[in-house]
């Protein structure tokens, strides 16, 4: 990611924003790493959207544990990512983790993973209800900007999800 590591796209611009977020929307991700970058491009599809009150976009790029001050503010987190995890290139899973234990393994290719992440806003006592979606991926491809025909093909189908999985939680709360 070219630029700061933490990039509201909502509009407002500061990490800030976050607190009046009931929901926030975590796209996780490297541009320039192919289909490790998915995570981005479903965030920046969702950017074209008319977002709820109280919904709120980050980019997280490859933040890692820059990220732990947004996550702890939100009381509900949605993050979307690649994974690693053997499946079919393309292959979505949605999760609702209760604990740090039930985060999958195989997630981002950053230094410090979202296991991690959490684990560490668990320990501060602000684990956030987490509704997680990973896109399965194959291979990584460095100086790419491109997803592969099966990733890009799964990204219609998580928007639609994010969607009516932020519209259920708005509305809920």
Same mark, same amino acid.
């Given at each position: 990611?070219?630029?700061?590591?933490?990039?509201?796209?909502?509009?407002?611009?500061?990490?800030?924003?976050?607190?009046?977020?009931?929901?926030?929307?975590?796209?996780?991700?490297?541009?320039?790493?192919?289909?490790?970058?998915?995570?981005?491009?479903?965030?920046? !599809?969702?950017?074209?959207?008319?977002?709820?009150?109280?919904?709120?976009? /980050?980019?997280?790029?490859?933040? &890692?544990?820059?990220?732990?001050?947004?996550?702890?503010?939100?009381?509900?987190?949605?993050?979307?990512?690649?994974?690693?995890?053997?499946?079919?290139?393309? !292959?979505?899973?949605? /999760?609702?983790?209760?604990?740090?234990?039930?985060?999958? &393994?195989?997630?981002?290719?950053?230094?410090?993973?979202?296991?991690?992440?959490?684990?560490?806003?668990?320990? /501060? &006592?602000?684990?956030?209800?987490?509704?997680?979606?990973?896109?399965?991926?194959?291979?990584?491809?460095?100086?790419?900007?491109?997803?592969?025909?099966?990733?890009?093909?799964?990204?219609?189908?998580?928007?639609?999800?994010?969607?009516?999985?932020?519209?259920?939680?708005?509305?809920?709360?």
């Amino acid at each position: 990611m070219i630029g700061p590591a933490l990039d509201l796209v909502s509009g407002t611009g500061s990490i800030a924003a976050t607190d009046r977020a009931q929901v926030l929307i975590i796209g996780v991700g490297n541009l320039l790493m192919g289909d490790e970058g998915v995570g981005i491009h479903l965030l920046r !599809t969702l950017e074209n959207d008319a977002l709820a009150p109280g919904v709120q976009l /980050l980019d997280g790029g490859t933040g &890692g544990i820059n990220l732990l001050e947004s996550i702890a503010r939100a009381p509900v987190v949605i993050m979307i990512d690649a994974t690693r995890d053997g499946q079919p290139a393309g !292959t979505v899973t949605q /999760l609702r983790p209760a604990c740090v234990a039930n985060l999958p &393994g195989g997630l981002s290719a950053h230094d410090f993973g979202l296991r991690d992440l959490f684990a560490a806003a668990a320990l /501060l &006592g602000q684990f956030p209800e987490i509704h997680l979606f990973t896109i399965s991926v194959e291979t990584v491809h460095p100086m790419c900007l491109e997803l592969t025909e099966p990733v890009a093909a799964a990204m219609p189908g998580v928007v639609r999800s994010v969607q009516a999985l932020t519209r259920r939680l708005v509305a809920a709360r």
